[in-house]
C-alpha cells in the first residue's frame, strides 16, 4: 500500500464517556462537538436518558445536546451498558451516591468482567449492591447518603478510579485514590479540574475534595488516539507515502504507545500542540518503518494498555522478539485478549505465547493468512485488520463489524490510507 491521507479519527472514547457523565449532572444545557458516536458512546447516552437527563441523538458530525439534572430521577427498566466496561464501571459510581435502586447489565462479554474491584470499595462508602452471581453483571446498585474513602486501587484502572471519584463527586464527599503500579489515564481528574474542583496529585495519592459545582459546559472531544494508533499500524506496514492525523489527544497517560513505537525504530512526528478541555491534542505524521523489537516495562503498561493488540501485531513484523510484561489485565477486558493475540497470531502463521502475565510475540517475515477469532472484541478486530493490509496477506476477521464498538467508519478510514484518497473520517 501506498500511502497518502490527511484524516481525522472519530472522538476520543474515554472522553465522550466522561463528558456525556459530566454533562448529565450538570443543571443546564451542554453542548459537546466532535465526540464519539459508537456503539459504546450511546450506550451511556441511552443509559443518562434512562435516568432523567436529555441527550440529543449520537450522530457523527453533529454536536450533541446534553440537558442535565443535579439528581438522576430512578429508571424504570435495567441499565444496559452495551458492551462498555467504562459506562458500567462509572455510573456505579454516579449511582452510588443516588437514593434508590436500578440495575446495570450488559452484553455477554461485559457481564464476564469483575466488577467486585468496583462495588468493593463504593460498599465502603455506603452504597449497597446485589450480584446475581459471583461477581459481573448484573449487579442492582442501591445508593444513598456516602462516606468519603482513602483507598488503594488493586490494581491501576481508569475506570476504577473513576468510579470512586464520581462517587465523591455526585455524593459531596471527599476521595483520596491511589493506583498500585503506573498511572493510569487521568481524564477525570483533568475534567473536574476544569470543572473547577479540587483535585491535589502528589505523584501517590490522587486527593479529591468536593468543593466545586458542576456547570454546563460548551466542549469539543479530541481525536482518539486508541482509534488513530491502528491508522498509524497500517501506515507503518505500509510500502511508502505518509499520513497526517489531525487533532489526536496526546495526553501523555495515553501515549505510551508512541514511546513504544520509538524505540522499535517507527518514531511518530508530533505537531501543532495545543489544548482542548485541559487536554494536550497535536497533529500525528507518519511513515512506514523497519520495526525492530522491543520490551515493554510493567510500569509502562497502564499508559497502552488499549493498544497491545495493535503493539503485538506489529511485533509480528518486527525484527526480534517483543515481550510485553504484566499485562495480565488483557484477560478482562472486552474479550481474554491475552489469550486471544496469542491464539490469533498463532492463527496467521507467527510466532506467539501467553505465558503466566507475559506475552511474547516473534516477528517473521512470512506473509499472514488464517482465520481470526474477535469474540466481538472490536480492538482484535482492528489490530488483525490492519495486519491483513500487508500485500499478499489473508487475514480473515470473523467479525469486522465489532469495530463499531469505538470507531464507526473503521473500513472507510482505512481504505481512505490509500493514495490520493484524502478524506476526513
Ligand atoms: C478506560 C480505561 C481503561 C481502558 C478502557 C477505557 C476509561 O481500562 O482499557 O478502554 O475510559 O477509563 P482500565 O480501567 O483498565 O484502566
Known amino acids: 500500500m501506498i500511502v497518502d491521507a490527511d ?23 451542554s453542548r459537546l462537538g466532535g465526540a464519539l458516536t459508537s456503539f459504546d458512546a450511546r450506550s451511556t447516552a441511552r443509559i443518562l436518558r434512562q435516568l432523567g437527563a436529555k441527550v440529543s441523538p449520537l450522530v457523527a458530525g453533529r454536536d450533541i445536546t446534553i440537558q442535565g439534572r443535579a439528581r438522576f430521577q430512578r ?7 452495551g458492551n462498555s466496561g467504562t459506562a458500567a464501571r462509572l455510573l456505579l459510581g454516579i449511582l452510588s ?5 436500578s440495575t446495570l447489565t450488559g452484553d455477554s462479554s461485559l457481564r464476564r468482567r469483575p466488577m467486585r474491584r468496583v462495588t468493593d470499595p463504593l460498599a465502603q462508602m455506603g452504597a449497597r449492591f446485589t450480584f446475581e452471581g459471583q461477581d459481573g ?17 488493586p490494581v491501576s484502572s481508569a475506570q476504577l478510579k473513576s468510579a470512586l471519584l464520581l462517587a465523591g463527586v455526585a455524593g459531596g464527599v471527599p476521595v483520596e485514590v491511589r493506583e498500585p503500579g503506573g498511572r493510569s489515564r487521568d481524564h477525570t481528574e483533568r475534567m473536574l479540574r476544569a470543572f473547577g474542583y479540587e483535585i491535589e496529585d502528589d505523584g501517590d495519592w490522587i486527593r479529591f475534595a468536593p468543593t466545586g459545582r458542576i456547570e454546563p459546559v460548551s466542549q469539543e472531544v479530541p481525536g482518539d488516539p486508541s482509534s488513530a494508533a491502528f491508522l498509524i499500524g497500517a501506515t507503518m506496514l505500509a510500502e511508502s507515502g505518509r499520513l497526517r492525523l489531525r487533532g489526536v489527544g496526546v495526553n501523555p497517560t495515553r501515549t505510551g504507545f508512541l514511546r513504544v513505537l520509538a524505540r522499535m525504530g517507527a518514531p511518530v512526528a508530533v505537531e501543532n500542540h495545543h489544548e482542548v478541555g485541559g487536554e494536550p491534542v497535536a497533529d500525528l505524521i507518519v511513515g512506514p518503518a523497519e520495526l525492530t523489537s ?10 497502552l494498555i488499549d493498544e497491545i493488540p495493535l503493539l503485538s501485531v506489529l511485533a509480528s513484523r518486527a525484527d526480534g522478539t517483543t515481550v510485553f510484561r504484566e499485562v495480565g489485565e488483557l484477560r478482562v477486558k472486552e474479550s481474554n485478549r491475552l489469550a486471544l493475540l496469542a491464539s490469533n497470531l498463532r492463527a496467521v502463521g507467527a510466532q506467539a505465547e501467553a505465558h503466566g502475565n507475559t506475552l511474547t510475540v516473534v516477528g517473521g517475515r512470512a506473509m499472514p493468512a488464517g482465520r481470526v477469532v474477535t469474540a466481538g472484541d472490536h480492538r482484535i478486530a482492528m489490530a488483525f485488520a490492519v495486519l491483513g493490509t500487508l500485500p499478499g496477506a489473508k487475514v480473515r476477521v470473523d467479525d469486522p463489524a465489532c469495530a463499531g464498538v469505538s470507531y464507526p467508519g473503521f473500513d472507510e478510514s482505512l481504505r481512505a490510507l490509500a493514495a490520493g484518497r484524502r478524506r476526513r473520517a
Open 7 to 29: 484524516l481525522r479519527v472519530p472522538g476520543d472514547k474515554s472522553l465522550t464517556h466522561r463528558m456525556l457523565l459530566f454533562a448529565a449532572m450538570a443543571a443546564g444545557t
Open 75 to 81: 429508571p424504570t427498566k435495567q441499565l444496559h451498558c
Open 97 to 101: 451516591a443516588h437514593e434508590f435502586a
Open 137 to 153: 453483571l448484573p449487579v442492582t446498585v442501591e445508593g444513598g447518603a456516602l462516606e468519603g474513602i482513602r483507598y488503594t486501587l
Open 294 to 303: 522491543t520490551e515493554v516495562a510493567a510500569a509502562e503498561i497502564p499508559g
